[in-house]
C-alpha cells in the first residue's frame, strides 16, 4: 500500500474512532430535555450525577415510606446551569429522625468531562440547615464520578459532611448504575451512611450511626417530564438502640428545560 493509502486508512481510523467516543458520551442525548437529564442521573433518588449541563435547569419533587425510620420520606430539588460548568442548586430533604425538612443551598462544578479526561467529575458544596427557621447546620461536600458505557452509565459519590462546631460529622457512599432503552432509563441507585467518630450535643440522640438505603429504579421520560420510582430495602440505627431494617418506597415527577 503506498504512503497515501496508508494516511488515508490511519485518518479513517482516527475520525471514525473520534465520533465513535463522541457518539458514546452523548448517546442518551437526543434532543429530549427530560430524557437528557435522566440519562445524566439528574433525577436519581439517591446519588448526584456528575455531569453538569444535560439540562439548562431541572426540577425534581418526590415523596414516600420508609419502614425503617417509621416515617415519610420527601424530597425537593431545583439545579441551574449559570455559567459554563458552574450551577446552583437549592434542595429540601425529610428522611432523618430529626422529624424537619432539611434544605439545603450550594454550588455544583464539573471539574472532569468525559470527552477530555475519559470520566466525568463534579465537586458539590452545600450547606444544610437543621430547619426552615434555624440557622444551624452542616456543610456538605460531595464528589462524584461518572463513566459511561454506552447506554449504560456508572456513577458513585463519596460525601463528607461536618456542622461547624463539629458535634456532627458523618459521610457516605453512592452509587448508581443506570441504562436508557428509548424513553426509559432503569437501574439500581443505593446510599449508606455513616457517623464518624463520637456525636456531641442534640446530634448525639437524634443523627443516626448508619442509614442505609437500596433498590432498584426506573424513570420515564417524554419532553420536558419525568416521572421515576424506587423501591428497596432499607436500614438504619440510632446511638443506644437496635439496628431498624425495613423496606423504603418513593415516587416523584421530575421536569428539564
Not at 430539588?77 to 450550594?106: C, H, K, N, W
Not at 464520578?145 to 456508572?154: D, Q
Not at 460529622?169 to 443506570?178: F, G, P, S, T, V
Request: aromatic fraction near 8%.
Amino acid at each position: 500500500m503506498t504512503m497515501a493509502g496508508w494516511a488515508l486508512v490511519l485518518a479513517s481510523a482516527t475520525i471514525g474512532s473520534t465520533s465513535w467516543a463522541q457518539e458514546c458520551v452523548d448517546c442518551n442525548r437526543k434532543g429530549d430535555a427530560a430524557l437528557d437529564a435522566a440519562g445524566s442521573g439528574a433525577f436519581l433518588p439517591e446519588s448526584l450525577g456528575a455531569r453538569i449541563g444535560s439540562a439548562r435547569v431541572f426540577a425534581f419533587g418526590s415523596g414516600g415510606f420508609d419502614s425503617a425510620q417509621r416515617g415519610p420520606l420527601a424530597d425537593t430539588a431545583v439545579e441551574a446551569a449559570i455559567f459554563g460548568s458552574l450551577a446552583l442548586r437549592a434542595q429540601a430533604t425529610y428522611s432523618d429522625p430529626t422529624a424537619r425538612m432539611r434544605p439545603s443551598i450550594g454550588a455544583r462544578m464539573q471539574l472532569l468531562r468525559q470527552e477530555r479526561e475519559g470520566l466525568d467529575g463534579a465537586l458539590t458544596v452545600v450547606f444544610k440547615t437543621e430547619g426552615f427557621t434555624e440557622t444551624e447546620g452542616e456543610i456538605e461536600a460531595n464528589a462524584s464520578l461518572a463513566r459511561r458505557f454506552g447506554r449504560t452509565s456508572l456513577i458513585g459519590n463519596l460525601v463528607y459532611g461536618q456542622d461547624p462546631e463539629g458535634n456532627e460529622r458523618d459521610a457516605e457512599i453512592r452509587a448508581a448504575l443506570l441504562h436508557q432503552r428509548n424513553w426509559l432509563v432503569v437501574g439500581v441507585d443505593s446510599r449508606a451512611r455513616f457517623a464518624i467518630g463520637t456525636q456531641h450535643g442534640r446530634a448525639a440522640t437524634t443523627e443516626p450511626v448508619f442509614d442505609i438505603l437500596a433498590g432498584p429504579f426506573a424513570t420515564a421520560a417524554e419532553g420536558p417530564v419525568a416521572l421515576f420510582a424506587q423501591a428497596g430495602p432499607s436500614a438504619l440505627q440510632l446511638a443506644n438502640s437496635p439496628a431498624q431494617i425495613g423496606v423504603a418506597m418513593l415516587a416523584g415527577i421530575g421536569a428539564a428545560y
